[in-house]
């Protein structure tokens, strides 16, 4: 890239690290951001900053908000007795847009991998543990159906069954390794419906 000035090839290196991007991508959006009005690059880059800055964890079911409860659970008509523990807070916006998953979420914020050394103590399970202790009906388990995401599901359903709570786990259906964020509403309201006990 020695054929651009030094900034610019900041520029296309720090967009290219983005997942998603590749190096085309980057220079296009590079010199796209050049050419926008001073005003719009900015409030960009300050959208980007002040998001960082204010976006955090709900402090009950732990997916990124601004707020000290995320909207899913503050809403009252949403039923608290039912959890379904998900990887991260993209996979929980892959139920919502189902628009038939009443119960409310627990974001684990990753999968048990003993491969890449990510342990039980890792991911958001001590946090779930401690819902558990309060009136809860079922947990529905809706990891990835990756190698990560069934072992994480093993190890949640031996956590919760001594507690007496329901343990489910949406069914097969959903394409082995498959990211729960690229599959088809059907799709997922009918592992969500097939859900076996555990
Ligand atoms: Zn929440």
Do not use: W
């Not at 296009?28 to 960009?44: C, E, S």
């Not at 503050?74 to 139920?95: F, G, L």
Request: aromatic share 6%.
């Amino acid at each position: 890239m020695e054929y651009y000035s030094n900034q610019i090839s900041q520029l296309i290196e720090q967009l290219a690290s983005l997942p998603g991007i590749g190096v085309k991508t980057a220079q296009r959006l590079a010199f796209y951001i050049i050419d926008m009005p001073q005003d719009r690059v900015k409030k960009l880059a300050d959208t980007m900053v002040q998001a960082k800055n204010t976006i955090r964890y709900c402090s009950q079911c732990l997916t990124l908000t601004d707020q000290e409860l995320c909207p899913i659970c503050k809403n009252p008509s949403r039923n608290q007795k039912m959890i379904m523990v998900v990887e991260n807070p993209r996979d929980m916006t892959a139920y919502e847009k189902t628009g038939k998953y009443e119960g409310v979420y627990h974001v684990l914020h990753g999968a048990i991998s003993p491969m890449l050394g990510i342990g039980p103590g890792d991911i958001k399970l001590k946090e779930l543990m401690h819902r558990l202790e309060k009136d809860v009906d079922e947990v529905i388990i809706a990891t990835n159906s990756s190698l990560e995401g069934e072992t994480t599901a093993m190890y949640i359903s031996k956590l919760v069954k001594p507690t007496g709570i329901k343990v489910s786990r949406i069914a097969s259906g959903v394409p082995v390794g498959g990211d729960l964020e690229y599959i088809d509403e059907v799709t997922l309201l009918r592992a969500l419906e097939g859900r076996v006990e555990l």
